[in-house]
């Protein structure tokens, strides 16, 4: 699979640029029914991203949830994406499943556009140049935060769901505005780096399907994530509903994920 910046520009999709006022006053209504925790700018960024691309108005509102986040003070609205044909989940690595990780991938509203509109997200970006000391590797995948969880689980784990939202509030990039939760199957336990640059991880991922970096990233094979929901995180300033049922603690000690770049700032300035 290309990455997003190999793509030309008749190549990407479109979404939508507007929404009936009446169509947004109605959906962001039903999702304030949802819970009445949720903020009307949350509510309107997410009924425009599910509205951008054709997700809405044929999207089940009433399916959403939030999701209280207690080591971050946060709260998320989780939003499952539909059974349909972009989302379902792709085979499994190796043909074979024996592994199988829940991943979360921050990113922008825009490049979340592209990916609810493509069903997948595209390995990180490469760039060529002539010199081939300053010339990256291609890539096979994108970077997440990651947990393995069971063989047997076919959605994203609860347990799982709150641990990696609530450990990405502690990271730079996790702090962007959408948060995409996606799951991994392969034959291939994951190969962890303790050095090296994140090229050698992403070449490993083409042999093996999945690496952690040694900067506690995690790469999955983007011919073989699938897509699960889209979460928008703001923070619990009024603390949360006492007939809510906390979380249990999780573990922070996570990785990052990386959006655009998979290559470290330092190394980069090293290599020019």
Known sequence: MRAANELKGGEKPAPNTSIPQDELDDAVEQLQRVDSRIPSDICEKAVQ?????????????????????PHTNMLALIMPLPDISRFSMPPPFGN????????????????????????????????????????????FGAFYLCREVSNADKTFPTWAETALLDSMGKKGKGQQDVTVGAMYRGAHDHTAYQAGGNEKAQVQVGKKGVANTSEKYTIAHSNHVGLHF??????DLQGSAPHDTKPKDV???DSDSEAYNYRGNLEQRRRR
């Open 230 to 235: 889209i979460a928008l995180k703001w923070a």
């Open 251 to 253: 573990d922070l000690g």
């Open 49 to 69: 991203l599910f509205s951008s691309t054709n997700l809405l108005p044929d999207y089940d509102l009433s399916t959403c949830y939030v999701r209280e986040l």
């Open 96 to 139: 074979q499943h024996n592994h199988t990780w829940a991943l979360c991938h921050g990113t922008t509203i825009k490049t979340a556009q592209l990916i609810l509109l493509e069903g997948k997200i595209r390995p990180a970006n490469w760039s060529y140049h002539r010199n081939p000391q300053r010339c990256h590797l291609p890539t």
